[in-house]
């Protein structure tokens, strides 16, 4: 994949369509891992990216200068090329995706543990390098500003497990992972863990060995891993890893799921569908039946194999929607169903809001 090894190159373009004089400026030495991407050129013509060379970050360079830049969040900065310096901007955004400049501002996409995605616009000074003003133009979820006194607010924490709770204690923690592999859960306001907070239940969300944000040498951990740093059943069910790796979409993905998962022999080991006799606690399934990346002959098959065993297990499908849902009215039917089952298999506790239960197969 593009973030474990790439190269960006520099040429010309004819007026026939050719390429030459072309000339690779990162990611060409041998002897150096790393992972150039996002180049963009000024309006002074010069070439701009981010890299991860030296330490495994991303640091922003400019083609021939050096300019570092690194931290545990995201910062918005003006990058001063004349001084060879980087202003950090002051904009309440903690986590901060696409960037775009203009004269006198800058259109920046992003989140806090408070602001769910949003655009912002970000007025500066005449010297360019202080915000004057800040102003949400866009948000994903403009009425969740009325509730803010309810969010629970996200707290990065790191630990190494050392205690295992008593069999007493049914503390309702919700532990769970996101679907990545290679991704992050970041601090940013999400409303379906506001779901579960908002009703009294604390919500661990792990970035696992392999997960993005520290670093190439934590990412990498992953490489041959899948399923011992991490488990490929998150919210996007992955039944069948060799099945996957068949199924995955060419090119950009090539290779993707072997390179995690190690050899045919160690992602037939690794697929919970291939020892479903080990399986031992209830399982609800959603799917998208349009997904073209976790298909749903994967849940199918998981489904059928737990309710020939004689698990309660259910399987909700969605029409028109793909790989993650994007549908209101099914983002809300999957929570709910996921407390109701909770509450019926699990912890048996009456729901407070009223949820009609779907039908589970050998329980009902």
């Known amino acids: 994949m593009q973030w474990d090894k790439a190269e960006l190159w520099v040429g010309y373009i004819s007026k026939e369509g050719d390429v030459y004089r072309k000339i690779c400026i990162a990611g060409g030495d041998p002897t150096l891992v790393e992972s150039p991407s996002e180049p963009k050129w000024s309006s002074n013509g010069d070439l701009f990216f981010v890299t991860d060379r030296n330490n495994g970050f991303w640091n922003i360079y400019k083609w021939v200068t050096l300019l570092t830049w690194q931290s545990g969040k995201s910062y918005l900065g003006i990058l001063d090329d004349a001084q060879n310096s980087l202003t950090v901007v002051d904009v309440p955004f903690t986590d901060i995706g696409n960037v775009v400049s203009g004269s006198d501002c800058i259109y920046v996409e992003g989140a806090t543990g408070v602001l769910p995605l949003s655009i912002a616009k970000v007025t500066l000074d005449q010297s360019k390098v202080e915000a004057?003003?800040?102003?949400?133009?866009?948000?994903?979820?403009?009425?969740?500003?009325?509730?803010?006194?309810?969010?629970?607010?996200?707290?990065?924490?790191?630990?190494?497990?050392?205690?295992?709770?008593?069999?007493?204690?049914?503390?309702?923690?919700?532990?769970?992972?996101?679907?990545?592999?290679?991704?992050?859960?970041?601090?940013?306001?999400?409303?379906?863990?506001?779901?579960?907070?908002?009703?009294?239940?604390?919500?661990?969300?792990?970035?696992?060995?392999?997960?993005?944000?520290?670093?190439?040498?934590?990412?990498?951990?992953?490489?041959?891993?899948?399923?011992?740093?991490?488990?490929?059943?998150?919210?996007?069910?992955?039944?069948?890893?060799?099945?996957?790796?068949?199924?995955?979409?060419?090119?950009?993905?090539?290779?993707?799921?072997?390179?995690?998962?190690?050899?045919?022999?160690?992602?037939?080991?690794?697929?919970?569908?291939?020892?479903?006799?080990?399986?031992?606690?209830?399982?609800?399934?959603?799917?998208?039946?349009?997904?073209k990346i976790v298909t749903p002959v994967q849940a199918r098959k998981i489904h059928k194999a737990l309710k020939q065993k004689g698990l309660p297990v259910a399987l909700v499908e969605y029409e028109g929607e793909q790989h993650g849902f994007h549908k209101a009215e099914n983002i809300k039917h999957s929570l709910e169903q996921q407390m109701m089952f909770f509450a019926r298999l699990i912890g048996h506790f009456k729901v407070a809001d009223e949820i009609t239960p779907i039908k589970i197969d050998n329980l009902d």
């Open 132 to 291: 004057v003003d800040f102003s949400i133009m866009w948000s994903s979820s403009p009425d969740s500003r009325k509730y803010r006194s309810n969010f629970s607010i996200p707290e990065p924490i790191e630990f190494q497990p050392r205690y295992q709770a008593s069999d007493e204690e049914k503390p309702p923690l919700l532990l769970t992972v996101h679907g990545g592999p290679t991704a992050e859960t970041r601090g940013i306001l999400d409303l379906n863990v506001q779901y579960w907070t908002s009703q009294g239940w604390a919500v661990v969300d792990v970035n696992y060995g392999g997960s993005t944000g520290y670093g190439r040498e934590y990412r990498q951990r992953l490489l041959g891993n899948w399923d011992i740093l991490s488990k490929p059943v998150p919210p996007c069910l992955i039944s069948d890893l060799n099945s996957m790796n068949e199924e995955m979409p060419p090119k950009f993905e090539l290779h993707y799921t072997s390179n995690l998962g190690g050899s045919d022999k160690d992602m037939f080991e690794r697929s919970p569908i291939n020892f479903v006799d080990k399986f031992s606690c209830p399982v609800i399934l959603f799917q998208g039946l349009d997904d």
